[in-house]
């Protein structure tokens, strides 16, 4: 153990948001009457053993808008509102669970900060490394595999969707040159069937730094473009083992990335775990009502509920990791 603190997983799994719990007083006789003063001269009197009125959220009787979430929305937000349209395709976002390190020396990277922290884009030296241990690989698949038979308590009826992937992807030189990656091809291993091919184009990465977790994690904003079959042959591929989790908006893929640079290279095998926005139509739709006046106060507020959710379960995430990350 690092001294890190990890609270239990069955904790984590709830909301973050806990409902407010009626207050009682101190115990005392039955007869005596207690005085306290409420910091403007005025004493209320609380009888012994009364319970008291839950507390409000604050002095306005609303919870303000957590500032990390908002910001990650308004990241998030931004990034999709301004993608380049030109080029269609489908709209990305996913958070990648992994350790943020120097680039020089190859540590973990260490801030002068107590809790997560949202780090400022495109100002430190750092790179962001997704390969867990084989061992992280399996208390996560555990994890999950626990939550899919053993629904939460607090919502029983939403539960997770399991299914087991084998797929081959394959990547070629995009024709002409252009922007963004690859063009990536992807068939199902068993059958050969083309599931996807596209070309993935890298819009931003927001990486936050979490010093009290075993693992950081990051979000990115990606745009997935539909190209035809390419021609040629393979630069290199890969193959994806892939367990995929999928819950209300949300899609969990923990999968093992066999990766091939040529038939004489050496085979490397990594381990990732990712969560994905699952509707990349619905995250558009909820994006474009945000701070629409003439949408209703429900719709205007979709998109940042959606993003509370998405971060809440990188937490959960991030915070049942174990050992294996450094």
Known sequence: MD??????????????????????SAPSAPSQTMHATNGNGHAPEVTGGGALPPLSLSILG???????????????????CTRPMDLGGVVEVEARIGIIRERDTGKRLQLPVRTETILEPNTLDIRFESNMSPKQHQHFNMLLNNLKTTPSSAHPSSTLSYQHLHLVDSFYAPEGGGRGDKVRVTRDEKTGEVRECVRKIRLADLNVYSPKRLADW???VNLEVPVPPP???????????????????????????????????????????????????????TAAK?????ASEQERGAFDELIRAFVN????????ADGGWQ
């Open 3 to 24: 001294g890190r603190d990890r609270p239990s997983s069955d904790s984590e799994r709830e909301s973050d948001r806990p409902t407010k719990r009626p207050r009682h």
């Open 62 to 80: 609303v919870e303000p808008l957590d500032e990390f979430i908002r910001d990650v929305a308004d990241f998030i937000h931004h990034h999709i």
């Open 218 to 220: 990051r979000v990115s």
């Open 231 to 285: 021609l040629g042959t393979a630069t290199h591929s890969r193959k994806k083992d892939r367990m995929q989790y999928s819950h209300e908006e949300f899609v969990i893929d923990l999968t093992q990335v066999t990766s091939t640079g040529g038939p004489n290279s050496k085979p490397e095998v990594l381990h990732e775990l990712e969560l994905e926005l699952a509707r990349p139509e619905y995250l558009l739709a």
């Open 290 to 294: 945000r701070g629409d006046p003439a």
């Open 313 to 320: 379960n990188a937490r959960i995430l991030v915070r049942n």
